[in-house]
């Protein structure tokens, strides 16, 4: 999951205490054709 990712990420940096966000864009299907 992203949560582990996220932890995974911030152990090997040192981090503690960690929040984070995801932002998903792009362009639907109707506007791609």
């Given at each position: 999951?992203?949560?582990?990712?996220?932890?995974?990420?911030?152990?090997?940096?040192?981090?503690?205490?960690?929040?984070?966000?995801?932002?998903?864009?792009g362009t639907?299907?109707?506007?791609?054709?």
């Amino acid at each position: 999951t992203v949560e582990r990712w996220a932890d995974a990420v911030a152990e090997d940096h040192g981090f503690r205490d960690v929040e984070h966000t995801l932002e998903i864009f792009g362009t639907c299907g109707d506007c791609a054709s």
